[in-house]
Antibody
């Protein structure tokens, strides 16, 4: 069974930093692209960033480009999202997601339960 | 960026009725469109990919159709567990954007 367990969310002040982690299990980690999708309170979905199974391709939304970095560690089967210069508009639930292939196809086959990031002074 | 517009925003129906949800894209996405279902307090889950392919575990009462810029998710006969929010999403090129969602409510 595929399991994606996010951690690292919390309250941070504007301008601050946070790193999200997603511990993956139940599948061969380096054979699947992964990503982060966020959902602001009561709002829709936004795909923030994606990374291929081999880490050779990454995509990042313009809204976070230059501030967020996605990475993965195959030995730890963990996905990361380093978030710097956080803004109030980054407040959201951040979902760790698994693509259904090793390349970034954009089809999300599995979702974690999400971790809440709140940016507020 | 490709913009996805879903209609209606809210749909109120009774169990047993059929439902038709629409998603229109600002540019052609060929058949590269998916539908997700989200229940309150839960993460979304994949229902349909590439316009008309049911994901593993998706009941047969759910069907998708369309290509180009106009897509439809049809639920043939609503079950109580189908009342949720539905999102469409394209995967033609990055950024892979979502529609704003259709809330399917019990009448």
């Amino acid at each position: 069974e595929v399991q994606l367990l996010e951690s690292g969310g919390g309250l941070v002040q504007p301008g601050g930093s946070l790193t999200l982690s997603c511990a993956a299990s139940g599948f061969t980690f380096n054979k699947y692209a992964m990503g982060w999708v966020r959902q602001a309170p009561g709002q829709g979905l936004e795909w923030v960033s994606a990374i291929s199974g081999r880490s050779d391709i990454t995509f990042t939304a313009d809204s976070v480009k230059g501030r967020f970095i996605i990475s993965r560690d195959t030995s730890k089967t963990t996905l990361y999202l380093q978030m710097d210069s956080l803004r109030t508009e980054d407040t959201a639930i951040y979902y760790c997601v698994r693509d259904w292939r090793g390349g970034i196809t954009g089809i999300i086959s599995d979702w974690g339960q999400g971790t809440l990031v709140t940016v507020s002074s | 960026e490709i913009v996805l517009t879903q209609s209606p925003a809210t749909l109120s129906l009774s169990p047993g009725e059929g439902a038709t949800l629409s998603c229109r894209t600002s540019q052609s996405v060929a058949s590269f469109l998916a539908w997700y279902q989200q229940k309150p307090g839960q993460a979304p889950r994949l229902l349909i990919y590439d316009a008309s392919n049911r994901a593993t575990g998706t009941p047969a009462r759910f069907s998708g159709s369309g290509s180009g810029t106009d897509f439809t998710l049809t639920i043939s006969s609503l079950e109580p567990e189908d009342f949720a929010v539905y999102y469409c999403q394209h995967r033609t090129r990055w950024p892979y954007t979502f529609g704003q969602g259709t809330s399917l409510e019990i009448k």
